[in-house]
């Protein structure tokens, strides 16, 4: 197919929601989450594009390029590569450091937040409140975007704040709140 009438999208649209900065709002992020996406976009720039470009290019030398696998996968990873800088260029261009050590300290909870809350059946959970990038769940790490965090925002200790789910509304209680700089990893 020609190429003009394919598309190849930078935008949020290819993303799972969990993923998508909502319309109108900044692409808030920690320093640490910034940083990983900073040394992803240099490690694909300066190390693994080029990298591919000299196969490819010793690919396309050997002759016949419609049926060698080192030649079209490694186009096809070019592709990829490409789409990856420009998403992250355009994510770093559009996003707003955080850094949630320099808050002055307050017991509402913001961005940046690592919010300790009890469940209505007794449970405590400790959730740190990050950028969409930087959402981790095995590290506790939940988007501000998410439903959790959306019901904690703007909530002081000792608030009970209710969290609509598919199996309906649960009540949260708001235990603790702090500002400490967060370890965080982009998601994949």
């Known amino acids: 197919m ?11 649209g290819d993303l799972p929601p969990e993923l998508q900065v909502p ?4 692409n808030y992020i920690t320093p640490g989450g910034w940083k990983k996406l900073r040394e992803e976009l240099h490690h694909l720039v300066n190390k693994e594009r080029p990298e591919l470009t000299q196969v490819v290019n010793w690919a ?3 002759g016949d390029r419609s049926e060698n696998g080192d030649y079209l996968y490694g186009k096809r990873r070019l592709r990829q590569i490409d789409s990856r800088i ?11 450091v955080v850094d949630p ?9 913001f961005f940046g937040a690592t919010v300790t809350y009890a469940r209505e059946d007794g449970r405590e959970e400790t959730v740190s409140i990050v950028g969409v990038d930087e959402t981790n ?22 608030d009970v704040v209710l ?3 598919p199996a309906g509304i649960e009540e949260l209680e708001v235990l603790e709140v702090m500002y400490v700089a967060v370890e965080t990893e982009p998601a994949a």
């Open 163 to 165: 969290l609509r789910t």
């Open 23 to 26: 319309a109108g709002s900044k």
């Open 86 to 96: 420009r998403f992250l260029t355009k994510r770093l261009e559009n996003a707003e």
């Open 137 to 158: 769940p095995p590290r506790n790490h939940i988007s501000w975007t998410s439903p959790v965090a959306r019901a904690l925002l703007k909530a002081r200790e000792g």
């Open 101 to 109: 050590e320099t808050r002055e300290a307050t017991d509402q909870v």
């Open 2 to 12: 020609n190429k003009a009438f394919t598309k190849e999208s930078d935008d949020d």
């Open 60 to 62: 396309a030398s050997n």
